[in-house]
């Protein structure tokens, strides 16, 4: 398995433009997640989505953000538009369902996108 | 508010010695709690987990502690290695929530 897959690796932009950061979920993971890293905050959680549904945005910091997943193998984070104070690396992950009545899976995570917005 | 608490933010140790990091949390509704390790430009991945019905879970050099009543848990990485010189995150979830992250620990071994 090729396991998450994020794309591109690398984004420069300068303020004001969009910025669209792409994940491929696991097969078969039924959970993805948006996370930011920074080293003033740590791991923040944007957004995650159960079934292609997004169940909690509380995370997402300001209506510049959004994300969507159109089906199981694809998911978009989008800054529109993009500020310097967006600069971080981001994450996407994926799980497979917790079976019933056992422990939870493991949340794999992809290699991040380290965005600079100029 | 930082529901995962964890220290020290960075750690320095000799080969061969004992590295220690501890986390704290206040959410007793938590029963997963693992440990996620960080190289350079690369996605945390995990490293050992626990459920809060043991007191120690122990992979090779890696032990997590886990006191329920204190509402802690620690990693324990023995025989410290240079290439155990990672970032070490550790997080807990319950129910149906998504897992909560400290904020980290930059752990730096030398030989």
């Known amino acids: 398995d090729a396991g998450v897959i994020q794309s591109p690796r690398h984004e420069v932009t300068e303020m004001g433009q969009e910025v669209t950061l792409r994940c491929k979920p696991i097969?078969?993971?039924?959970?993805l997640f948006w996370y930011r890293q920074t080293m003033m905050r740590g791991l923040e959680l944007l957004i995650y989505?159960?079934?292609?549904?997004?169940?909690?945005d509380s995370g997402m910091p300001e209506d510049r953000f959004s994300a969507k997943m159109p089906n199981a193998s694809f998911s978009t984070l989008k800054i529109q538009p993009s500020e310097p104070r967006d600069s971080a690396v981001y994450f996407c992950?994926?799980?497979?369902?917790?079976?019933?009545?056992?422990?939870?899976?493991?949340?794999?995570f992809g290699p991040g996108t380290r965005l600079t917005v100029l | 508010q930082q529901q995962v608490k964890q220290s020290p933010q960075s750690l320095i140790v000799q080969k061969g010695g004992i590295s220690i990091i501890n986390c704290a949390y206040e959410n007793t509704a938590f029963d997963y709690f693992p440990w996620y390790q960080q190289f350079p430009g690369k996605g945390p991945a995990l490293l050992i987990a626990?459920?809060?019905?043991?007191s120690e879970k122990k992979e090779g050099r890696f032990t997590i502690s886990f006191n329920k009543s204190a509402k802690q848990f620690s990693l324990h990485i023995m025989d410290s290695q240079p290439g155990d010189s990672a970032t070490y995150f550790c997080?807990?979830?319950?129910?149906?929530?998504?897992?909560?992250f400290g904020k980290g620990t930059r752990l730096s071994v030398i030989a």
């Open positions: 989505f159960n079934n292609n549904v997004p169940i909690d």
């Open positions: 992950a994926s799980s497979s369902p917790k079976p019933q009545g056992g422990s939870y899976n493991e949340q794999f």
């Open positions: 097969s078969g993971h039924n959970s």
């Open positions: 626990i459920r809060p019905d043991v």
């Open positions: 997080a807990a979830r319950g129910g149906n929530t998504p897992l909560v």
